[in-house]
């Protein structure tokens, strides 16, 4: 049995520790919020954060996450209230809005790390995630709307 702690939750897991974290989301908690685009930490569909890290779930063992926390996009807020997810939506940045979960959980370690990111910061910090779309002007606006969201949410 292994212990995880996925969105404040505890589940005792009878899984495989090679088994990708992704699968163990996906198919066996039922977090379908990750999405599997390639398999091999290139696309960035499926980041979570693992103790505050971004990380890709498709490359990262069970055994890596056991005794940390994981955070999927479903735990990001409790009511969707994240200022990246209203940004994303205020500024309407999905276009098929396969990659966004990943887009915005790589994003969201940027913003913890960097209050205000500059273009460069940005896209630096974004540059493993692919968007089939080309939303990545999008993205960059609606991160920069939420360091204004959330420097509004700290005064």
Excluded at 6 to 15: G, Q
Excluded at 31 to 60: F, M, N, P, W
Excluded at 80 to 87: K, S
Aim: hydrophobic fraction near 35%.
């Amino acid at each position: 049995m292994i212990k995880l702690n996925i969105n404040k939750k505890i589940y005792n897991l009878d899984a495989d520790p090679e088994m990708p974290l992704l699968w163990v989301l996906r198919d066996v908690v039922g977090l379908i919020g990750t999405k599997y685009g390639c398999g091999v930490a290139q696309c960035g569909a499926c980041v979570v954060h693992l103790d505050g890290e971004a990380v890709r779930s498709c490359v990262t063992k069970l055994s890596r996450a056991e005794g940390k926390k994981v955070i999927t996009i479903e735990g990001l807020s409790e009511n969707h209230t994240h200022p990246l997810q209203q940004a994303w939506l205020e500024l309407d940045v999905s276009q098929c809005g396969y990659c966004q979960a990943g887009q915005i959980m790589s994003a969201a370690v940027l913003l913890n790390e960097n209050k205000k990111p500059s273009d460069q910061d940005i896209d630096d910090a974004m540059a493993g995630n692919i968007c089939r779309c080309g939303t990545y002007l999008r993205i960059r606006e609606a991160i920069h709307l939420a360091s204004e969201i959330q420097g509004k949410e700290r005064s």
